[in-house]
């Protein structure tokens, strides 16, 4: 069963930095993706970045230079780190898991930052960034 559970949100200050935990499920061998995405309300879901098993990155155009995804395969756990938050940062924070996929090129990864790519999410956690 795949899981994933969000902490590490909560409200800032413009210009702060949040670094956001996921946890997440893997299987022997098995390929995955693991993606960061963010929503507010009557929006769609956006993705933020993303990370393969083996650890090749993308990060959406928009955010580049203030985020960075990572995370450790020995307790199965995702970050999000964003700097200098913005009051538009300010979202549903959500992870999400694919499995059996992987990036197979820079087109490929960042064509799986879309949200149809992945089947499995947590319930988010809210960032609220103050001017």
């Known amino acids: 069963q795949v899981q994933l559970v969000e902490s590490g949100g909560g409200s800032v200050q413009e210009g702060d930095s949040l670094t956001l935990s996921c946890t997440f499920s893997t299987y022997a061998n098995m390929r995955y993706i693991l993606g960061w995405f963010r929503q507010v309300p009557g929006k769609e879901r956006e993705g933020v970045a993303a990370i393969d098993r083996a650890d090749r990155t993308v990060v959406a155009d928009s955010l580049k230079g203030r985020v960075t995804i990572s995370k450790n395969n020995a307790n199965n756990t995702l970050w999000l780190q964003i700097n200098s938050l913005k009051p538009e940062d300010t979202a549903m924070y959500y992870c999400?898991?694919?499995?059996?996929?992987?990036?197979?090129?820079?087109?490929?990864?960042?064509?799986?930052?879309?949200?149809?790519?992945?089947?499995?999410w947590g319930r988010g956690t809210q960032v609220t960034v103050s001017s």
């Open positions: 999400a898991q694919e499995m059996g996929s992987e990036f197979y090129s820079d087109d490929d990864a960042r064509r799986k930052l879309a949200a149809g790519m992945y089947a499995y």
